[in-house]
């Protein structure tokens, strides 16, 4: 019988900084380390530690889960650059989980996972029956819509919204455990897997020049 | 102690990602086994400069293809690499943190040590790679986000005799691009309308040239050609190609001026202390040949030799990053996987800071 694959997911999204290492279903360590800034100086130490916990090393990692977001920019973008220059190296895919995706992971469908967008927004996603694509919205706009028997909404904001739809709560944390991640990105080890790309759902904030170029005249 | 040593340097912190791979001697001479740049000017087009969040993203999707191309094209794997080498700032610092997260990955994964470089030491120490030229020397950086003058004195040893006190030449020459309706980037646009024009139609400032030492201001300057440009709006209603051509030349020809006198007051400050040696430049606006021809004057003037690396190693590239964690790794050791990237980094910590004195310091 072949080894258990030995997996690291690890999610620096928000405020904080998460790792998890399975073996095969079995947890062997997991870590969340709550933190507003300095993802980008302690993931790599924490994910060592977390290998070690493991009483593992790199070499002996099968595959990566990076969590894609969607959530604070430069946060994604720190998993995602570390997951792709670690796959590089060895030789070993990395596999993008969404937050969102990570969130519902484990509760019973059909749930609406919300994560915190700032600027009174959120981004939310479907999943289970009538399953749809990851958005940014706000409150009023799903309060506003239709969904499916048996709702249960998990994330930012959850118990309010959950009240409006007659739904069920399940937890106000929009923090995906790094268990979770993990447990996703192992389902999905030996399909084949793009490179992970941010899941941003805002565009970039960028402002097309205000003034008009003057007429050239000939 | 001093053996060949293989690097690859990523490097991402303004609008070129970019990987390459260097073997050399510290202290002695580079190879470039490869050195891949992909930019993003297409990307940055329409809004008339670098959007941070835009180049950010791209960095983010594209420096492991950048490593996998460099290592291809130098016909190596990362176990034939003894380090790696990534710029730590200053920049943008979405585009440096991405580019630092991917080479800690890269190196944690492959067991191999890494040096975070300072993206400026990487053009300051690109004349010896290209050329083997012998501390010290004197250094002029001017590109879009940068201006200094620097004595180079060893791989981790700059000591800056000036700079700009605000914008970046690079950045003067894409704002006039943009508000005269040219393309992005705007430096080639500018030189290239400025070859029809007459210098001087228009008697644009020549700033700071009043004070004696080797600073520099381009804000004013790009104010002025507003001024003039809106003076011809209002009477005409628009520019004629002509107009335009004048503008940007008499623009181009008060940089190349202010650059030029500024440069003959660094050589001096630099004999002072080491006698003459080389001028070696750095950066996009090396590239510029009204200015470049005013540089290699000035400097013969003072008698230095000039050196300007070839353009594609002038602008941002991985290799100046190898080379630069080549030189310096034997001096300062690697870094650990704790290294983070810094959006403000002056080379010059001793100097008084120029720009972003706030409380965060010095910006470059």
């Known amino acids: ?218 | 102690m001093d053996r060949t040593l293989t690097l690859l340097g990523l490097e991402s912190s303004c609008d070129d990602t970019a990987a390459a791979v260097v073997r050399g001697r510290p202290g002695g001479a580079g190879e470039i086994l490869s050195s891949v740049v992909s930019g993003q000017a297409e990307l940055h087009a329409d809004f008339g400069g670098v959007v941070p969040e835009i180049a950010a993203r791209a960095h983010a999707e594209r420096l492991d293809l950048c490593v996998e191309r460099a290592l291809e094209e130098a016909g190596l794997s990362l176990a034939d690499v003894d380090a790696i080498a990534v710029t730590a700032g200053p920049g943008l610092i979405g585009g440096v943190v991405s580019g630092v997260m991917c080479a800690k990955g890269l190196a944690a994964g492959a067991g191999l040590p890494l040096i975070g470089v300072n993206h400026l030491s990487g053009h300051a120490l690109t004349p010896r790679l290209t050329d083997g030229l012998a501390y010290p020397y004197l250094m002029l950086l001017v590109s879009g986000g940068h201006c200094q003058f620097l004595a180079v004195e060893g791989p981790d040893s700059f000591r800056r005799l000036g700079g700009t006190i605000d914008d970046a030449p690079g950045e003067a020459f894409d704002k006039v691009a943009k508000m005269l309706a040219l393309g992005y980037p705007g430096g080639p646009a500018v030189e290239r309308e400025a070859a029809a024009g007459d210098a001087a139609r228009f008697a644009f400032p020549r700033p700071l040239l009043d004070r004696p030492d080797c600073d520099f201001s381009f804000s004013g300057l790009k104010t002025a050609v507003r001024r003039a440009r809106d003076r011809i709006v209002a009477e005409k209603g628009g520019l004629t190609v002509q107009d335009r051509a004048d503008l940007c030349a008499g623009f181009q020809q008060a940089v190349a001026e202010v650059v030029a006198e500024k440069t003959r007051r660094a050589c001096r400050l630099f004999a002072q202390a080491h006698g003459p040696r080389t001028l070696a430049v750095a950066g996009g606006v090396a590239a510029n040949a009204v200015l470049r021809a005013a540089l290699t004057g000035a400097a013969e003037g003072e008698g230095f030799g000039f050196l300007a690396p070839p353009l594609r190693l002038c602008t941002d590239n991985g290799a100046m990053i190898a080379w630069a964690g080549l030189e310096q790794l034997g001096l300062r050791g690697p870094d650990d996987m704790a290294l983070g990237a810094r959006p403000r980094w002056p080379l010059d910590a001793a100097a008084a800071a120029m720009l972003g004195s706030g409380r965060k310091g010095a910006k470059a």
Not at chain 1, 27 to 48: C, H, K, N, V
Not at chain 1, 154 to 169: I, K
Not at chain 1, 179 to 202: F, K, N, V
Request: charged share 20%; glycine share 10%.
């Open chain 1, 1 to 218: 019988m072949p080894p258990e694959p030995l997996l690291l997911a690890f999610d620096t999204s928000a405020a904080h900084c998460a790792a998890a290492l399975l073996c095969g279903e079995r947890l062997l360590a997991a870590r969340t380390e709550p933190m507003a800034r300095g993802q980008a100086e302690r993931l790599l130490p924490l994910l060592e530690e977390v290998l070690a916990e493991g009483g593992a090393g790199w070499p002996d990692l099968a595959g990566l889960g990076v969590c894609i977001g969607p959530g604070n920019f430069t946060g994604v973008r720190i998993s995602v650059a570390t997951a792709r220059g670690l796959s590089l190296s060895l030789g070993r895919p990395a596999i993008g989980v969404s937050r969102l995706e990570a969130l519902a992971f484990g509760l019973p469908g059909p749930v609406l996972a919300l994560v915190d967008a700032r600027q009174e927004r959120l981004y939310a996603q479907l999943f289970g029956a009538g399953e749809s694509a990851p958005r940014m919205t706000d409150a009023d706009t799903l309060a506003a819509e239709a969904w499916p028997e048996g709702l249960t909404v998990t994330g930012a904001g959850a118990a309010a919204l959950a009240a409006r739809l007659g739904a069920r709560a399940a937890g106000e944390s929009d923090a995906p455990a790094p268990e979770a991640l993990a447990r996703l990105a192992l389902a999905r080890l030996g399909q084949p897997a793009p490179r992970p790309a941010p899941l941003y759902l805002r565009p970039a904030d960028a402002a097309l020049p205000s003034e008009k170029p003057p007429a050239i005249l000939p």
